[in-house]
């Protein structure tokens, strides 16, 4: 029974693209232009309703619905070129609005928190300096895991490097994949829902991952 005192969550466990930056569009188009390099076709909701995923995994669900079929050394050379391009735009990416002062409120109530995010670590290192994320915040990246969302071991490493189980976690995500993975983990998951994503889209995919 409970004896009154409120409770709070133990930590939080964060998305980056789309959750605390808005850079969901800014991958959006640096896909389309990097497969267009390829000259593979793709029309941009089919791109966007893939956001999330590893560059890896996003490739292979492409590859499935244009029917192309890539080498391994296109497929390599389809995500640097995605890199590429993702860099032309990273200037102009910002934190979306009241994210870095959020970070900044748990650090002061001494409430831990990560961020764990599907992007490579030279993607994500300029947009957690927008964030003014502090060196010592152990956050995780593509490459400290070896399975991207929608497995769960994104989330279980930040919830690791806090050094606190995933179940007393809530991860904050934008994405259905994220909410999956939270769920796999067995985190509390929370989304946030982007400006130009329905819930059809949602409901669809998470019923079709």
């Known amino acids: 029974m409970s004896d009154g005192t409120p409770t709070r969550p133990a930590a939080f466990v964060f998305d980056l693209d789309g959750t605390l930056v808005d850079s969901v569009y800014q991958h959006v188009i640096a896909w389309q232009q990097a497969l267009s390099e390829m000259r593979i076709g793709l029309a941009i909701w ?5 956001i999330g995923m590893s560059g890896g995994l996003l490739v292979r669900a492409m590859m499935r619905e244009t029917g192309v079929r890539l080498t391994p050394k296109e497929v390599d050379e389809l995500q640097n070129a995605h890199h590429r391009h993702f860099e032309g735009w990273a200037n102009a990416i910002r934190p979306l609005p009241g994210a870095a002062e959020l970070l900044r409120t748990l650090t002061d109530c001494g409430v831990p928190w990560t961020i764990a995010t599907s992007a490579r670590r030279d993607d994500a290192a300029p947009l957690l300096d927008r964030l003014a994320v502090p060196p010592d915040v152990p956050t995780v990246t593509r490459e400290k895991i070896s399975r991207a969302k929608p497995d769960p071991d994104l989330f279980l ?5 806090l050094g606190i189980p995933a179940r007393d976690c809530v991860v904050v995500g934008d994405s259905v994949w994220d909410l999956l ?3 796999r983990a067995e985190a509390l998951g929370v989304g946030c829902c982007p400006e130009g994503t329905g819930d059809e889209l949602g409901v669809r995919d998470a019923h079709g991952a």
């Open 46 to 50: 089919r791109i966007h309703r893939r």
């Open 157 to 161: 490493a930040g919830a690791a490097r």
């Open 181 to 183: 993975a939270a769920r």
